[in-house]
Every structure is written in structure tokens, then in C-alpha cells.
């Protein structure tokens, strides 16, 4: 139709500094009417509201296993993020909303609420995941290790699309599917119809999302496209206005 608007995907590494200089650029350069941010509308009021939310402030705005599970994930994040010697703190989604803040632009949230995406990971898990975990590893041959050292070794700012990481994505699919379904496939699927639907509604937009969403959302953009009649017609998107001031926001 002559009158949807174009998307203009941004695969980033949350944490990067190349990434978030490479989500800055872009917003400039394309001057969209609507940034859209991997995240769902609790998290973006509450990481305003909260520049670094501790267990109380996450356990006044999310059930309690969520906010334990919550707060879990947000440390080994963390963790991981230092030991690549990177800062937890600054994330590509922050650039995004503040470049979107600069500029007078909506904030378009298009990831599905987090305490629906970790009921239904824990609803996958039991206590046999870690074993199967384990015996998956030990089948698998030396090819998908050696894919494992190829991509850490890979320096973060030359990742620019999902096909850099999509090793790294398989290789989560075959040690731990149940994990991808739900944290990679599951969440795809939602950002897809959600850009789909700004989208038929003429929004121009640049979306900022993790490189391993690249190729899933690219996949799935490109089939409701050509199969509009998939598309569900009752997909809504939040939309806020940042403020110029913007707290610093982690990404889980």
C-alpha cells in the first residue's frame, strides 16, 4: 500500500559504545516519526522513574517471582557485561530514547511485557533442563565449539547485523531450546507484529533491537508483508513521549 511507512532496523549489542554512536547516527540521519525500543511498558516508566532499581522497587511493580527472576537475570547480565569489559550502565536503548528525546520523537515499545515472557520461560523449565542441558553439550561435536570461539572472538563493533551472532543464536537453540522459544522466537515474533502494524499505519520508524533479534524480526517483517492476511489485526503498540531528561535504562 502507497501509504505504509518504512522501518529501518538497528541490530545493536546492548552495551556497546560503537552501537550506541550507531544508534545515535541513525536517528539523525533518518529523522524518523517514532523510535522503537526493545522494551515493554513496565520497564521503560520504571527505569525513568528508577535510574538503578533495587529488589524493593521491583517487587512494588512486578509479582514477586517475577521480580526475583527479574533482578537474577539483571546481575548475570551485569556480570557478563564487565567481564567483557563494558559498562552495565550504558545501554543502546538509552541512546535511543535519549536521541528520541532530542529530537521531539515518540517512543514506540514494542517488546512483550517481561513478566509474560518469564512466566512462560518458567513454565518451560523444570528440574530435568539442566541435566538434558548437559547431555546436549556432550553430544555436540567440535564444529559448534569452534563457531563459539569464532564468535567471541569477534570484536563487538564490527558485529552489525544478525548473521554475526546467528552462531551464537543456534548454538542457544541446541543446548537450551526451550530457553530460545521463548527469550529469541517467542519475542520476534511479537516485534515483528508490532512494527508490522506501525507500519500499515504509515510510521516512518527506526527500531533499536539486539542483533540476535536481526534475523528473526527481518524474517517475520518480510513474511507478514508478503502474507498480510497472517497479520493479527488486534496488535497494539504502547507509545510515550520520553522525557529530556532520561535515567539510565538496563536492558534484561
Known amino acids: 500500500m502507497s501509504?505504509?511507512?518504512?522501518?529501518?532496523?538497528?541490530?545493536?549489542?546492548?552495551?556497546?559504545p560503537t552501537h550506541r554512536r550507531r544508534v545515535r547516527n541513525t536517528i539523525r540521519e533518518a529523522a524518523p516519526d517514532l523510535v522503537a525500543v526493545e522494551l515493554d511498558e513496565s520497564r521503560?516508566?520504571?527505569?525513568?522513574?528508577?535510574?538503578?532499581?533495587?529488589?524493593?522497587?521491583?517487587?512494588?511493580d512486578l509479582s514477586?517471582?517475577?521480580?526475583?527472576?527479574?533482578?537474577t537475570l539483571r546481575a548475570i547480565q551485569r556480570t557478563v557485561v564487565r567481564l567483557y569489559g563494558l559498562d552495565p550502565e550504558q545501554t543502546d536503548m538509552e541512546a535511543a530514547i535519549e536521541t528520541a528525546a532530542e529530537?521531539?520523537?515518540?517512543?514506540?515499545?514494542i517488546d512483550d511485557p517481561i513478566d509474560e515472557t518469564l512466566a512462560a520461560l518458567s513454565s518451560r523449565l523444570g528440574p530435568m533442563t539442566i541435566p538434558k542441558?548437559?547431555?546436549?553439550?556432550?553430544?555436540?561435536?567440535?564444529?559448534?565449539?569452534?563457531?563459539?570461539?569464532?564468535?567471541?572472538a569477534t570484536p563487538f563493533e564490527?558485529?552489525?547485523?544478525?548473521?554475526?551472532?546467528?552462531?551464537?543464536?543456534?548454538?542457544?537453540?541446541?543446548?537450551?531450546?526451550d530457553v530460545a522459544t521463548v527469550m529469541i522466537d517467542r519475542r520476534d515474533r511479537?516485534?515483528?507484529?508490532?512494527?508490522?502494524?506501525?507500519c500499515r499505519d504509515g510510521h516512518d520508524v527506526v527500531a533499536v533491537i539486539g542483533a540476535g533479534h536481526h534475523n528473526g524480526v527481518r524474517r517475520r517483517l518480510d513474511d507478514l508483508e508478503a502474507n498480510d492476511e497472517n497479520r493479527d489485526p488486534t496488535v497494539t503498540v504502547p507509545i510515550r513521549s520520553p522525557e529530556r531528561t532520561v535515567t539510565r535504562i538496563p536492558i534484561d
Open 3 to 16: 501509504d505504509h511507512g518504512t522501518i529501518t532496523l538497528v541490530p545493536s549489542v546492548h552495551f556497546s
Open 103 to 109: 529530537r521531539d520523537t515518540d517512543v514506540a515499545l
Open 158 to 177: 564490527e558485529i552489525s547485523s544478525g548473521d554475526d551472532v546467528q552462531p551464537a543464536i543456534d548454538h542457544l537453540r541446541r543446548v537450551v531450546p
Open 190 to 198: 511479537s516485534m515483528a507484529a508490532r512494527l508490522h502494524a506501525l
Open 64 to 71: 514477586p517471582p517475577t521480580a526475583v527472576a527479574y533482578a
Open 133 to 152: 542441558t548437559m547431555l546436549r553439550m556432550q553430544s555436540m561435536g567440535p564444529e559448534a565449539y569452534a563457531d563459539q570461539v569464532e564468535l567471541l
Open 44 to 60: 521503560f516508566e520504571r527505569l525513568e522513574r528508577v535510574a538503578d532499581p533495587d529488589l524493593d522497587d521491583l517487587f512494588r
